[in-house]
């Protein structure tokens, strides 16, 4: 879907040149918000756009927050999440089998991902026009993330000249503007680390459940927040090998990890070189040529997350104890070490939430605005918690 001509996208990379970060982040940041802002006022109901919802088991964790939180659109979110409970507990019915893994990504990360790889594919194909190459050569140059997908999507031929304008604006800008932005990418631009956080290793630290204060919320998600917000500086769990994902580089913890940030600049480098003369894979290419085939496939990062690596040995440990409710990701773990049988104990509450949403979806509508407001209201967020997990939790 290229809604953007080449024209139109060569004077929109000019312009996220001339601003500070990656220019690509840029405008990917542009795309999310255009994507869920357009989203929000006409195609809630779009039966297509809620199909594909219904395919991913609804926006990841990040997109999902920020359909709420940003884009602040909590009516639009009930209506999605409540068919995404319907599909729960629709494909969760009868004898137990657990909860399958989305048939389809996350509509908001293929939207960024097209468009990332639009901007990247219009640097590549222009750098040599003169403009984009003085543009090029006083910006701060691609993030480590963006840097390691041109190399990947980018043909064999165009890859070259992206990488070497890469690492000549980062060695000249050295110890600046961010190198967090130039690590991990643009806030929120990036999920946690899934490779790490998909497989726990070692020994589960002393973690503890807490208790929640309502019947909807995850209380591996309540436990685990509590858990890393006691990091004053996320350098404690670091052992001297891992890197940050984006999305725990932004948390406040990751103010302070230079050390790290440089780390993972460097390697990044050194893997987008050995990537800039590994041809493609044959197969892939016909395919891609033809207009087949699915995009690159993501890779884990060169530097695994340790905060993740820390995460994902603590939810391991969590989830064997806790009792519902969980959220999706957690539930699927807890069902993966305790057995599908865990499954019945969560219908009963995707039942009564499901009631509040229909309450709170009743009261929106003009002939019941008068009625008083109660727990109602706070279904939308209860909902979209209990499906994607709590803020910055994938
Ligand atoms: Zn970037
Ligand atoms: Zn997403
Ligand atoms: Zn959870
Ligand atoms: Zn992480």
Known sequence: MRTV???????????ALAKPGCAVCTLVTRTRWRYLDSL???????????????EAHGFCNRHAWYFVEAVREVFGAAIIYRDILHTLQAITAGPPRGIPEPAAQCPACTAEIESGDYAIQTLA???DEPDLRSALDRSDGLCAPHLLRAMRALRPALRPAVLETTLARWQEHGGSPDLRVRATGAPGLFSTDRFALATPVGRGPSVRLAATSDPFTCSVCVALRGELERFRSWTSLDDGS??????????????DCEMVYR?????????????????????RTAMRNLGLGQPEPDSPPPRPCFVCIYQAASEAVLCSQADMPLCIPHLRRALAMRGVGALEAIRPIWHDLDVLLGEYLRKEDYRFRGEPRGIEQKSPRWVVALIAGAPGIR
């Open 40 to 54: 929000a006022y006409e195609n809630v109901n779009d039966p297509g756009v809620r199909a594909k919802l219904r």
């Open 5 to 15: 001509s080449r024209h139109t996208a060569f004077y929109d990379l000019l312009d």
């Open 242 to 255: 891992g890197g940050l994902c984006n999305v725990h580089a932004w948390m406040s913890p990751g103010d």
């Open 263 to 283: 780390r993972q600049i460097a390697t990044t480098g050194e893997h987008a070189s050995a990537l800039s003369s590994a041809p493609r894979p044959r197969l």
């Open 125 to 127: 194909e222009a750098i």
